[in-house]
């Protein structure tokens, strides 16, 4: 532990030391050439991967978003769900998984990591309710292990966000909707010498369809300063966040059907939570004398969350102390992720090389207490946590011929933490390390079409705290995961681009949510298997067709009586948007999204439904500045659920009921209208 940290501070000073050196030049930015096929910058010869791409802006604007966390599911094969209130981390679905909130989905945000280990409510939690979607540039998306520069959490896939450094144009937003739905927002860039100045920030309100209303309330801001080109440059970023609300969590389904509660309905009304995200960070680029390029980020986080839930009611304490809990985490983050790329010549063949560190230190304080109505009545537990990360990564990029590439490479992970709790048993420290290769080939282009074999090796870090517990048995510190997939993208029909990838994952060790507990555990290895298809048409310049479809099988693979199917894993997943634009002052947008049955227990007697939601936009342009936007969410009013899980609870006070297992549920929402007016200037 103190080796690694002695290594990361001296990367710290080296690299201060560099970027002093290195100051940028006083130029405009020039923005970078890019092909555009509809809402995705996926042509063939852009990627490395079938599953591999690129969200422009321009589908952000289009399609209508329910909650900041929705930016992912434009990501093919994603689904964007909630199983309490709106200012808690969404839950995510992929290839097979259920992700809970984040563990092996990597979220990065103009380069800082959201993902956070060693977390009050599951592993990897990745909340982005801090994202204005407004100043989105580019999401750049990468499915499986395959890539040397994505480390903990990656295993599944990763997205980095981009945010603009200088905005096309202005742009102001005031907005009004169904259950106190208000939200106001501006941003905009300018000169502001010797570089830009880039601002923006949002006023949020919403009670949702709940009977105990949300009051999800958020402020939320940002402030870029850039100077330079892509060449030599740099950008300054400072970014705050605050939330509070009330929370409908998931409701047992004999309480509906026996009409105690609707659907909408909550057993314990004084759920919610509050929680905070201040940011500095510095993005450092430069193209060195010898034509390598060099890349930095630097970064600073104050994190705090504190979360009070209650999803078994009465099971474990009696009227009127109830189950319920507060989870709060306290944490600073720092690091550091520089990178270097050197293109040459190897026998006539072009090989590019990159060499990067990630180093990161989280402080954490996290604990847990039983409370009732908010108010703590006990400390279950209380730990000050130090973990410090540090992956070392070599790539290496060979163009044997015009049709065929190689990309091998290699990345050493170290992993340290120490954990001082309140019950002296249970504190300790613990270090490992792991090692990843990646291997890739790409074949292509022959006759508009690219072929990919991608294979790699990757991990997740399991919560430190369950790394030296004694009051069960310990996990290890890092989880290995293997991937390989098989894909090709073409363009051969006109105006469509399509891609097919069949893939494969295996975990040494799932990470599993508990529904009763609210917080993720480590569990048995599994492997999962799929088929995605994800195509773009364009046959006219005013319609554009998405549509994407995913089938996974996911399963235990070890001998176990309880059964082999993994609670939450998705099965079928379908994507359909259909969007239409200067059709004279008109533009609109209509998007079916199917998500598939999963089952709840390990041998599969309980299983979710399925649901369809429907949502749609019209855009109505006043004049050249401005617009107004109708958008209508589950546009059928469907009576699907967000989320199921199968437990036991008790659901009020004995002797007038009894402990029971049982569905519950989070309904999705009931039909909703927005209406915002916009301004661009």
Known sequence: MGAILKKTKVALAFFSAFWLQHSPAQENETPAQVRIIGHYENAVGTSDAASQGTITPQLIEARPMLRPGEVLEYVPGVIITQHSGDGKANQYFLRGFNLDHGTDFLTTINHMPV??????????????????????????????????????????????????????????????????????????????????????????HNDGPWVNPEDYRKLNGVLRFSQGTNADGYTLSLMGYSGKWNATDQIPQRAVDEGRISRFGAIDPTDGGKTSRYSLSLDRHKTLENGAVFHMDVYAIKYRLNLFSNFTFFLDNPFPVGDQFEQADNRTIVGLTPSWVFNGKWDERQVTHKFGLDARRDNIDVALYGTTARDRFKTVRSDKVAQTGVGLYYENTLQWTDTFRSIAGVREDFYGARVDSDNPATSGTTSAHITSPKLNFIFGPLDKTEYFLNYGQGFHSNDARGTTITAAAKVPPLVKTRGEEIGMRTERVPHLQSSLSLWRLALDSELVFKGDAGTTEASRPSLRRGVEWSNRYVPHNWLLVDLDLSVSRARFTDSDTAGSYIPGAIGRVASLGVSVKDLGPWSGTVHARYFGPRPLDEDNTHRSQSSTIFSARASYKVDAKTNVNFDV?????????????????????????APENDLHFHPVEARTVRLALIARY
Do not use: W
């Not at 990745?126 to 395959?146: C, M, T, W």
């Open 115 to 204: 993902n956070m280990p060693t977390h009050a409510h599951g592993q990897g939690y990745s909340d982005i309710n801090f994202l204005l979607p407004e100043l989105v540039s580019r999401v750049a998306y990468k499915k499986g292990p395959y890539f040397a520069e994505e480390g903990d959490f990656a295993s599944a896939g990763a997205a980095d966000i981009d945010y603009y450094t200088k905005m096309p144009k202005g742009i102001a937003s005031l907005a009004l909707g169904s259950n106190g739905y208000r939200r106001a927002m501006a941003a905009n860039s300018f000169d502001s010498a010797p570089g830009h100045l880039l601002y923006g920030f949002e006023l949020f």
């Open 633 to 657: 969410f589950n546009l059928f009013n469907r009576k699907s659920n967000d989320i199921e899980y199968y437990y036991l609870s008790q659901r009020c006070p004995s002797p007038t009921c």
